[in-house]
């Protein structure tokens, strides 16, 4: 295979199913066939057939990435059993890590193995159907999963811990009550209000509602105004202070997307056009440890850095992108990178998503980006020489990965570095008395309001976790924030409970 070659991204494809349950087992999608009908959907684009294929590497699923079990039985082979669907007979077939980060990570991998000729032709593909899960067990449909294929794979496998025992402890078991900290105590650096920050991230929202509403791929494409997801209500209930229902990554979607990688040279080779190449121009990835740990909960170091070494890569800054596509699992995580690429994102008139986002758009889990660089790899084409950026995370901004694409060759291919780890960190005490309400989030049951949690910063500058007693609870309430304030706290099989000074 030849070395030293342009890498290159020539097919995209991405796929849909609206099935709900209520026609029977008729049409139910599974994450094997979505995942089969995107890969021949970009396989089209690029005009090939499945025997060109290389490589497979499919993105993991939720199923997989959690003890969730398999109620509709397991596939123990989702990239074997996905060359089989395509007719591809691959050297290196893959099954990723944990992680939103994951597609963009493959892209980035890829583009090296290629230019080092290590690879020909690869396709990147992954899916979910929540939905169709979710909506199986509520109509008593009985559809089947079960498959595998005599293709040996490489598994990636769970990836490290995200929560520590202090997290666990204290009831942050949920992306959402994680993502709430980030998110209050961006409202506090604002100065922001309760209802002020809610409008906020709710004007934002509106707009990535609205790139939904226009994309044929949407799981959720229903008009939702600034109004109508800033105000609680039946259909859009609080999950965990400040967020809403509709503030949230959705994951009952069916799903799907692919991407064929392949070097210039074999895409010249094969007769494929040039008007179908998108070219990878820079890629960036970093991580960081347990939230509870980190030093900056206001923005994401990860999320800075990945950016800044993708933006370094390609020899461009922020201002050269005609368009984005930020991930966009909570407000907070569009806060964050918008304010590590130096954007308002109220005044913004570029695109900050090409999908409509995870909350309308729909998340599907660690594939998310996939559907973001195939969407964008389409409105690049359709504008020659624009540049696009791509910004994946995984985790609770906890594992980040960047990429910056054009139609416009580039002079030389850089390799993305290897991932950067050294996050600023805070001492984290089991046991703290005292201290400042850094940030907080209330959680909410069906019946309301029913457990408060707080970061405290004590005044030599460690941290310590605490729940709200029922006075605390109603103060983390009030429209007013908490952040700042002073509380001290009692300890008792290993939780810290705090009330207000």
């Given at each position: 295979?030849?070395r030293g070659d342009m890498?290159?991204?020539?097919?995209v494809?991405?796929?849909?199913?609206?099935?709900?349950?209520?026609?029977?087992?008729?049409?139910?999608?599974s994450?094997?066939?979505l995942?089969?009908?995107?890969?021949?959907?970009?396989?089209?684009?690029a005009g090939l057939?499945?025997?060109?294929?290389?490589?497979?590497?499919?993105v993991r699923?939720?199923?997989?990435?959690?003890?969730?079990?398999?109620?509709h039985?397991?596939n123990?082979n989702?990239p074997g059993?996905?060359?089989r669907?395509i007719?591809?007979?691959p050297?290196?077939v893959?099954?990723?890590a944990?992680?939103?980060?994951?597609?963009?990570?493959?892209v980035?991998e890829?583009?090296?193995?290629?230019?080092?000729?290590?690879?020909?032709?690869?396709?990147?593909?992954?899916?979910?159907?929540?939905?169709?899960?979710?909506?199986?067990?509520?109509?008593?449909?009985?559809?089947d999963?079960?498959d595998?294929?005599d293709?040996a794979?490489?598994?990636?496998?769970?990836?490290?811990?995200?929560l520590?025992?202090?997290?666990?402890?204290?009831?942050?078991?949920?992306?959402?009550?994680?993502?709430?900290?980030?998110?209050?105590?961006?409202?506090?650096?604002e100065?922001?209000?309760?209802?002020?920050?809610r409008?906020?991230?709710?004007?934002?929202?509106?707009?990535?509602?609205?790139?939904a509403?226009?994309?044929?791929?949407?799981?959720?494409?229903?008009?939702?105004?600034?109004?109508f997801?800033?105000?609680?209500?039946?259909?859009n209930?609080?999950i965990a202070?400040?967020?809403?229902?509709?503030?949230?990554?959705?994951?009952?979607?069916?799903?799907?997307?692919?991407?064929?990688m392949?070097?210039?040279?074999?895409?010249?080779?094969?007769?494929?056009?040039?008007?179908?190449?998108?070219?990878?121009h820079?890629?960036?990835?970093a991580?960081e440890?347990?939230?509870?740990?980190?030093?900056v909960?206001?923005?994401?170091?990860?999320?800075e850095?990945?950016?800044?070494r993708?933006l370094?890569?390609?020899?461009?800054?922020?201002t050269?992108m005609a368009v984005?596509?930020?991930?966009?699992c909570?407000?907070?995580?569009?806060f964050?990178?918008?304010q590590a690429?130096?954007?308002?994102?109220?005044t913004?008139?570029?695109?900050?998503?090409?999908?409509?986002g995870?909350?309308?758009?729909?998340?599907p889990?660690?594939n998310?980006?996939?559907h973001?660089?195939a969407?964008?790899?389409e409105r690049?084409?359709?504008?020659?020489?624009?540049?696009?950026?791509?910004?994946?995370n995984?985790g609770?901004?906890t594992?980040e990965?960047a990429?910056?694409?054009?139609?416009r060759?580039?002079?030389t291919?850089?390799a993305t570095?290897?991932?950067?780890?050294?996050?600023p960190?805070?001492?984290?005490m089991?046991?703290?008395?005292?201290?400042?309400l850094?940030?907080?989030?209330?959680?909410?049951?069906?019946?309301g309001?029913a457990?408060?949690?707080?970061?405290?910063?004590?005044?030599?500058?460690?941290?310590?976790i605490a729940?709200a007693?029922?006075?605390?609870l109603?103060?983390?309430?009030?429209e007013q924030?908490p952040?700042?304030?002073t509380?001290t706290?009692?300890?008792?099989?290993?939780?810290?409970?705090?009330?207000?000074?």
């Amino acid at each position: 295979m030849a070395r030293g070659d342009m890498p290159v991204l020539v097919g995209v494809g991405q796929a849909l199913s609206q099935w709900d349950g209520t026609v029977g087992a008729a049409g139910a999608p599974s994450p094997l066939s979505l995942a089969a009908d995107a890969s021949k959907a970009a396989l089209a684009d690029a005009g090939l057939a499945g025997d060109a294929v290389d490589t497979v590497a499919f993105v993991r699923t939720f199923e997989d990435s959690t003890p969730s079990g398999h109620p509709h039985g397991k596939n123990d082979n989702l990239p074997g059993t996905l060359a089989r669907e395509i007719g591809a007979a691959p050297r290196t077939v893959i099954y990723s890590a944990v992680g939103g980060q994951t597609p963009q990570q493959l892209v980035n991998e890829f583009a090296a193995r290629i230019h080092d000729g290590d690879m020909e032709v690869a396709l990147i593909a992954g899916s979910e159907a929540n939905k169709a899960s979710k909506a199986a067990r509520k109509h008593g449909v009985e559809i089947d999963w079960t498959d595998s294929a005599d293709i040996a794979f490489e598994d990636r496998g769970l990836g490290d811990m995200m929560l520590n025992r202090q997290e666990i402890k204290h009831g942050l078991v949920s992306p959402a009550y994680f993502y709430a900290f980030f998110e209050n105590a961006i409202a506090a650096r604002e100065g922001r209000s309760r209802s002020e920050h809610r409008a906020a991230m709710s004007r934002l929202w509106a707009k990535f509602a609205a790139v939904a509403e226009t994309n044929p791929y949407s799981q959720f494409p229903e008009p939702k105004s600034a109004e109508f997801l800033a105000t609680p209500s039946k259909a859009n209930y609080p999950i965990a202070d400040p967020f809403l229902k509709w503030h949230v990554a959705q994951d009952a979607v069916n799903q799907g997307a692919a991407v064929v990688m392949m070097s210039d040279a074999k895409a010249d080779e094969l007769g494929i056009a040039k008007d179908k190449r998108v070219y990878p121009h820079g890629g960036g990835e970093a991580g960081e440890g347990m939230l509870s740990e980190r030093a900056v909960l206001d923005g994401s170091w990860a999320m800075e850095t990945a950016l800044n070494r993708a933006l370094d890569k390609a020899g461009r800054d922020a201002t050269d992108m005609a368009v984005f596509d930020l991930y966009s699992c909570f407000p907070c995580a569009v806060f964050s990178s918008t304010q590590a690429l130096g954007i308002d994102p109220e005044t913004e008139p570029r695109p900050l998503t090409v999908t409509g986002g995870l909350p309308f758009f729909g998340g599907p889990g660690n594939n998310y980006s996939l559907h973001g660089i195939a969407s964008m790899a389409e409105r690049l084409r359709a504008a020659p020489g624009d540049f696009g950026l791509v910004l994946a995370n995984g985790g609770w901004m906890t594992k980040e990965a960047a990429g910056v694409y054009s139609t416009r060759r580039p002079e030389t291919f850089t390799a993305t570095d290897p991932i950067a780890k050294e996050g600023p960190t805070v001492e984290l005490m089991t046991q703290g008395n005292a201290g400042t309400l850094e940030s907080f989030t209330v959680i909410h049951g069906r019946s309301g309001p029913a457990a408060g949690v707080a970061f405290i910063r004590t005044s030599d500058g460690a941290r310590f976790i605490a729940k709200a007693d029922d006075a605390a609870l109603g103060r983390l309430r009030e429209e007013q924030s908490p952040v700042g304030a002073t509380v001290t706290s009692t300890h008792a099989d290993e939780v810290n409970t705090f009330s207000f000074a």
